[in-house]
């Protein structure tokens, strides 16, 4: 399946998808680091990118001078069994992967807008554009923190906007977040969006085939370059 949009690459295992697409972001790092003397990956949180984190930590890449970030974060601190930071501290910054610098977006600042101004300071530090960003997808059509409930979603949509993060709130998301901007997300070198399941496969296909647009589909409109659909059951 391929559209201009979105280039669709299925494997038959979740273990196959996590070697190859840890293959693909090993590359881009590695190219990176070659070209400009670093690289800049943001991931995903949630349940699926672990498997996909422990392939990628153990690629033979210069980590040190690769810079982690978040595609987005639940607000909540990495003690939080819900912190996204969490997950990639576990999964991800281990084995040769544990020289990487993390940039986290969660701060311990009194709510979600002002967490946001601060990860936004902090992250004006880094070499943008993202080198590699690796979008996950809820089964309600969310990605990022895109959420289609969130307030002000087309604000959060719009890939002029100035903000390299934002606040997010949405009654669906659980608790406030904070997600990368549209912007900095499809301005990344390479982007892909790594699902599995059927049912996941099924709300893609909707989104990207009915007249009720998901934030996913918003995604892969406002991207330049087809974005990667990494997809297995
Ligand atoms: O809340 C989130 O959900 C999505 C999808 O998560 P999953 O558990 O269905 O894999 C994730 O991509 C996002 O980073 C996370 O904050």
Redesign the pocket.
């Known amino acids: 399946m391929a559209t201009s949009g979105y280039s669709w690459t299925e494997f038959p295992t979740r273990e196959a998808l996590a070697g190859a697409l840890a293959g693909a972001v090993a590359e881009k790092l590695a190219a990176a680091i070659d070209r400009r003397g670093g690289g800049l990956l943001a991931v ?6 672990g498997r996909f984190f422990e392939a990628l930590s153990t690629r033979d890449i210069a980590w040190d001078k690769v810079t982690v970030t978040l ?4 607000f909540v601190p990495p003690s939080s069994p819900r912190s ?1 930071a969490a997950l990639v501290t576990d999964r991800l910054l281990r084995n040769a992967a544990s020289a990487a610098r993390f940039m986290p977006l969660y701060q311990a600042a009194e709510n979600a807008a002002e967490a946001a101004s601060q990860a936004e300071a902090q992250l004006a530090t880094l070499n943008w554009p993202l080198d590699a960003a690796i ?5 309600d059509g ?4 895109f959420f289609p409930d969130a307030d002000a979603l087309s604000t959060l949509l719009d890939p002029a906007g100035a903000r390299a993060v934002l606040p997010v709130n949405a009654a669906s ?1 659980g608790e406030p ?1 904070l997600t990368l901007s549209m912007g900095r997300l499809v301005g990344a070198g390479f982007l892909a969006l790594h699902i599995e399941g059927a049912e996941k496969r099924a709300v893609f296909e909707a989104a990207m085939e009915g007249n009720d647009k998901k934030p996913v589909r918003a995604v892969i409109e406002a991207s330049p370059q087809p974005v990667g659909v990494f997809w297995a059951p």
């Open positions: 995903s949180g949630g349940t699926t990118p595609v987005d974060e639940r996204n979008l996950g997808m809820g089964t969310h990605t990022a923190s998301a977040r």
